[in-house]
């Protein structure tokens, strides 16, 4: 394992409110992605980041935001949480071999549940 | 687009049933494909791959052959076990050099004693 720790496991937070999860890694993989996880719609990718500060949005990125200060660290912000965004939140990271090269495989952290009321 | 379509479960066997997950793509160019288990509580990972057409990838008894003419990366095993209950998902790699994975639905097996 890719040793990912996601941080809080579990949250319930209120509709207006901001809210921040957290993503540490200690392989030093160069990818960090955010997904959601939905009944209905599998993952979906949120954000992800290529490198320290630079990052880049997924298909559904409305209403979130990231940042990447360190390569170990990846945080996913909801400015006002929306119970829309009530979800499981996955983590993961991956090093392709190259620019250019099929990211051929990713690790998972296990999972921030989400609760927005 | 590129996108994976795989089909609805939930999919509820009885142990050492044979198991079939479909799984079909659509992309432009030749992506490489992947099958991710997740296991209750846990993260997804990584089942087996096939980089290009013909290819099988194998683990843990699951095979899935990348077919170019049918566009399908179809899951089975031949003998399933409680312990294989779990989310299954299909995924591509996006031809020319991709670090985003697209995701098919995800379907649920429950293996009964």
């Known amino acids: 394992d890719a040793g990912i720790t996601q941080s809080p496991r579990h949250k319930v937070t209120e509709t207006g409110t901001p809210v921040t999860l957290r993503c540490h890694q200690t392989?030093?993989?160069?990818?960090m992605y955010w997904y959601r996880q939905d009944p209905g719609h599998g993952l979906r990718l949120i954000h992800y980041?290529?490198?320290?500060?630079?990052?880049d949005k997924g298909e559904v990125s409305d209403g979130y935001s990231v940042s990447r200060s360190k390569t170990e660290d990846f945080l996913l912000t909801l400015e006002s949480a929306t119970s829309s965004q009530t979800s499981v939140y996955f983590c993961?990271?991956?090093?392709?071999?190259?620019?250019?090269?099929?990211?051929?495989?990713?690790?998972f952290g296990s999972g921030t549940q989400l609760s927005v009321l | 687009g590129n996108s994976v379509t795989q089909m609805e479960g939930p999919v509820t066997l009885s142990e050492e049933a044979f198991l079939t997950i479909n799984c079909t793509y659509t992309?432009?160019?030749?992506?490489?494909l992947f099958w991710y288990v997740q296991y209750p509580g846990e993260g997804l990972q990584l089942l087996l791959k096939?980089?290009?057409?013909?290819d099988k990838g194998s683990n843990k008894g699951f095979e899935a052959t990348y077919r170019k003419e049918t566009t399908s990366f179809h899951l089975e095993k031949g003998s399933v076990q409680v312990s294989d209950s779990a989310v299954y998902f299909c995924?591509?790699?996006?031809?020319?050099?991709?670090?985003?994975?697209?995701f098919g639905k995800g379907t649920k097996l429950t293996v009964n004693p």
């Open positions: 993961a990271t991956s090093n392709p071999a190259g620019r250019g090269a099929t990211n051929e495989k990713l690790f």
């Open positions: 392989e030093n993989h160069r990818y």
């Open positions: 980041s290529y490198g320290v500060k630079d990052t």
């Open positions: 992309a432009t160019g030749y992506p490489s």
């Open positions: 096939a980089t290009k057409a013909d």
């Open positions: 995924a591509l790699s996006r031809p020319g050099g991709s670090e985003k994975l697209v």
